[in-house]
């Protein structure tokens, strides 16, 4: 199959005339997702589609075009498209193919179990996850969703200067949201997932579980006093928090004037225990890949050592601009869209203590486990941070009120810079890519409540 | 798109195994978008995208399989992935298929594919002009064009055979500005469901000035103030706070799943006297508007709220069924790669006859939301948090200050039930609305409104 799909882009790059660069993306994917609700299969979705996408660059003018499922005869038409839509952009001396570079495999980002599940067993580990939610707490009064996916995908990329790659790769998941109540008519609801590249190694009820418990923990939470505190993020809201920081950290945003890390290499960005990476080789992230959207080789880029901001992440185009090599940070959004920039794992150094520990060590600590709004609340270009937080209030490191409908207030640069330490629990969740991140310790912040 | 004797054998195939109900929904979607930013026109793409989708439903169960191709052998094979849920002996049979008559909702005056493509370069070109000469603090413009047309077919085993073509055009500006390290954004994204003609209503060079102006006048931006306090919402940007705080919740298959705090209260004052909304895909030619939705259900108005007293939820096909509630044409999808679940279309705040400018003279101490950056509601408990994109301090009855960092925090039911003025002035607002990974799109419309107290959560 990624054979076809290599011959398909083939076909496109035999179309080029002389003087046109020409690449083309083409991909397959497989999808099952299960949803169960009340121990019956609510859905069971079974998808399969490919496509083919080519840009070409003409006098360094850019076109792109695409198409889902072309006969191999309809290649040379959208070929013949992102030609003529070429003409009418603007010339840009950076838009520029790779040239080959050797790729090393990446053996575990598919495993042939993956492959062998049955519908009949996709389905009881669909219905497990919702039992175990169910059963985790006598305050779990429904469980408003449990779906157990898996996706399989393959891509090929081919183009005029020389590059030919393919890879597949392969992911399960189960995710669950929990309504928990205590019977005097309020809801509260929690969201718990698991991943990995096999379902036998998916730890299905965990994810129930963790549901029920983040649903259970918002019961009788209020909006608390208005006052000073130190905020811990759990992976779920530090994940949240990072895809603000990550847009910032790509040389798109750079070029385009929209990072608040423009101009700051080499300069004291955030806390001294703040160490962040890229790493698309890192095979416990659900983001490995052996090359990128452009075909190039995927490695691991330092971004923030020390609390010292490192560098940029970078795709072809970036690099030629900024004058540097790519990263092998091209991200495509199927075979629809041209190389933006991204992350592949972006990943967060943890540290030794347990979350409960640290808590502790700060005293009176908000633990944040959602962060609600922040894609209207969070502007990554000017760094202004206010959100709305839940969570629980601890006491020496043990739960002691639920707070909601409270907000925080900062920017993105006085967070990382107040950051106190990182915890031992590093997770890998697909948030905007792949993220993996411990619960993060803040210094004091203002929570506004009452 | 599909001949009716195939249609008619893959129903069959996909009820072979004891489903009471099967569907195909095909579609074939060219587009066309145009990319500007850095005065640069960076990226034309032209796209093509086809597929198509078999469901089983038996029960609250619904299999589905989808696949790209639309030949006989792909659409048979894809019904017999979804047949494969069940395995019992057939229990329905396919009813003879009955075209459905053919209702234009949205007439197209230009289609898009009889504009030349440098047309649509120069509309975003214009945007970017009339933006940058707004003022020298102009930093940064993304001006985008954007046209889908989409042919649909839809075939059930009740024998409904529905076929439609929707145009859509979209015209987006963002733009940056800057004074003294302080970094504003603006945006203005109208949409409709019409063709080239949106640019007679939408200039280009009118829409690039309007994300500008938004811009700028944040830049003078002081930090929001915190604390309880009356609050006006302008006319259609304000939309978005009933959208994302109550018509979430009359999605039926939320308050299905009890996960709607609207749950079992039909017919129950929950809101105030003077508010009454509509969700109203029939609307012509508004950016969310269709002439039939997703599943063959002509779109219709669905009244949601009747002086305070909660009237109706939106529903799909399954949920109509299995709930025992109307069908109100709301089953939508983002493309065949999707099921339908009930989604908003046009959902509108009806228009009340207070005047709109003393709405604003009413407020002693209070704040002006003109412009949403989008929220996030819990629908189970109806607690909401919005970011307010553009908004202003009201100061003895006027506007003086704009302010940022502003975010409104509260619950659907209370808020709601604290609208104390409903203006007679009427806007709409274009989106694009998410739910479980599928985006659709929407309008959000309402008058000039005033909410006696809500939480703002400020900077200072």
Not at chain 1, 53 to 70: E, H, Q, S, T
Not at chain 2, 6 to 13: E, I
Not at chain 2, 173 to 192: E, L
Not at chain 2, 217 to 240: H, S
């Amino acid at each position: 199959m990624s054979d076809d799909l290599l011959e398909l882009a083939r076909r496109a790059v035999e179309a080029a005339r002389s003087g046109e660069a020409i690449e083309a993306f083409a991909s397959w994917g497989r999808e099952t997702e299960v949803k169960v609700y009340q121990g019956e299969v609510e859905s069971l979705v079974s998808a399969e589609s490919r496509g083919i996408g080519v840009r070409a660059i003409v006098d360094g003018k850019l076109g792109y075009a695409y198409a889902a499922d072309p006969d191999p005869d309809e290649i040379a038409d959208v070929v013949e498209q992102a030609r003529t839509n070429a003409a009418l952009a603007a010339r840009d001396d950076g838009n520029v193919l790779p040239a080959p570079q050797p790729i090393e495999p990446l053996a575990g980002i598919l495993l042939p179990e993956l492959l062998e599940a049955t519908a009949e067993q996709k389905v009881a580990l669909a219905m497990a996850i919702e039992r175990a939610c169910r059963e985790a707490d006598a305050r779990v009064k429904g469980v408003e969703s449990a779906q157990y996916g898996e996706g399989l995908g393959r891509v090929a990329v081919a183009s005029t200067t020389g590059v030919e790659a393919t890879s597949e790769r392969g992911d399960c998941w189960a995710a669950a949201v929990a309504l928990s109540s205590d019977g005097d008519g309020e809801t509260q609801t929690g969201f718990g997932l698991q991943i990995a590249r096999r379902p036998s190694d998916l730890a299905v009820e965990a994810a129930g579980r963790e549901a029920a418990e983040r649903a259970v923990r918002l019961l009788g939470a209020r909006k608390p006093p208005s006052g000073r505190m130190p905020v811990m993020l759990d992976p779920f809201a530090a994940a949240s928090f990072l895809g603000v920081v990550t847009s910032g950290l790509s040389a798109e945003s750079v070029l385009k004037g929209r990072s608040l890390f423009a101009g700051r290499v080499g300069e004291r960005v955030a806390s001294e225990r703040f160490e962040l990476i890229d790493d698309g080789r890192e095979l416990a992230g659900p983001g490995a890949e052996p090359f990128d959207g452009e075909g190039v080789p995927t490695r691991r880029t330092p971004l923030i050592a020390g609390g010292v901001l490192q560098g940029f992440l970078h795709n072809t185009y970036t690099a030629a601009r900024m004058g540097g090599s790519s990263t092998g940070n091209a991200s495509r959004a199927g075979f629809k869209s041209t190389p933006g920039v991204s992350t592949t794992n972006l990943i967060l150094a943890p540290g030794d203590a347990t979350p409960s520990a640290l808590a502790a060590s700060a005293g009176r600590t908000l633990l944040v486990q959602d962060l609600i709004g922040v894609h209207s609340g969070a502007n990554p270009i000017s760094g202004d941070f206010s959100v709305g937080v839940d969570g629980v209030i601890l006491e020496d490191g043990h739960p002691a009120e639920g707070v909601r409908e409270a907000t925080i207030a900062s920017t993105v640069l006085d967070i990382l810079r107040n950051v106190v330490a990182t915890a031992n629990d590093l997770r890998f969740l697909p948030f905007g890519g792949s993220i993996g991140t411990p619960s993060i310790l803040v210094g004091e912040m203002t929570v506004a409540g009452l | 798109m599909i001949d009716e004797s195939v249609l008619r054998d893959v129903l069959a195939a996909a009820l072979a195994t004891g489903g009471e109900f099967a569907e195909i929904y095909a579609e074939t979607r060219t587009s066309i978008s145009v990319r500007l930013e850095d005065r640069k026109v960076e990226e034309v793409t032209t796209g093509r995208d086809r597929g198509a989708g078999v469901r089983v439903v038996r029960g609250a169960s619904t299999a589905y399989a989808y696949t790209n191709r639309l030949d006989r052998d792909a659409l048979r094979d894809a019904a017999g992935v979804a047949a494969a849920a069940l395995n019992e002996e057939p229990r329905a049979e396919v009813r003879d298929l009955t075209r459905a008559p053919e209702r234009v909702l949205n007439p197209v005056r230009l289609y898009p594919e009889d504009v030349e493509t440098v047309s649509k370069v120069d509309a975003v070109r214009a945007m970017d002009e009339a933006a940058r000469e707004v003022s020298g603090d102009i930093r940064q413009v993304i001006a985008s064009y954007a046209e889908g047309s989409q042919d649909i077919l839809i075939a059930n085993s009740d024998g409904l055979l529905a076929s439609d073509r929707r145009v859509r055009t979209r015209l987006a500006c963002t733009v940056v500005a800057q004074r003294d390290g302080n970094v504003q954004t603006g945006s203005w994204n109208p949409g409709a469901s019409a063709g080239f003609e949106l640019l007679d209503t939408h200039p280009p060079d009118a829409t690039g000035r309007k994300a500008a102006q938004q811009a700028v006048v944040m830049l003078d931006a002081v930090g929001a103030p915190a604390g309880e306090m009356p609050v006006v919402l302008a006319p259609g940007g304000g939309g978005v706070l009933f959208h994302e705080a109550s018509g979430h919740g009359l999605e039926a298959d939320l308050i299905h799943k009890e996960a709607s705090v609207y749950r079992d209260r039909t017919g129950e004052k929950i809101g105030s006297e003077l508010l009454s909304a509509v969700d109203d895909g029939s609307v012509p030619g508004l950016w969310g508007s269709f002439a039939f939705d997703d599943e063959g259900t002509p779109s219709q108005r669905t009244l949601l709220f009747d002086k305070g007293v909660l009237t109706g939820a939106m529903t799909d096909m399954l949920r109509s069924r299995i709930m025992g509630l109307p069908a109100t044409g709301n089953g939508r999808r983002q493309s065949y790669a999707h099921l339908p679940i009930p989604r908003m279309t046009n959902s509108n705040i009806l228009p009340g006859t207070d005047d709109a400018e003393e709405i604003v003279r009413s407020v002693k101490n209070g704040l002006y939301a003109k412009s949403f950056a989008g929220g996030q509601v819990n629908t189970a408990t109806g607690d909401f948090v919005f970011g307010l994109a553009e908004a202003y301090l009201i100061e003895n009855g006027e506007l003086t200050r704009p302010v940022r960092g502003a975010n409104l925090i509260g619950n659907g039911p209370e808020i709601i039930a604290r609208i104390d003025a409903v203006g007679s002035d009427f806007e709409v607002w274009w989106g694009v609305c998410g739910k479980d990974g599928q985006g659709v799109p929407v309008t959000c419309g309402m008058p000039t409104l005033r909410i006696s107290r809500i939480t703002v959560g400020g900077t200072g």
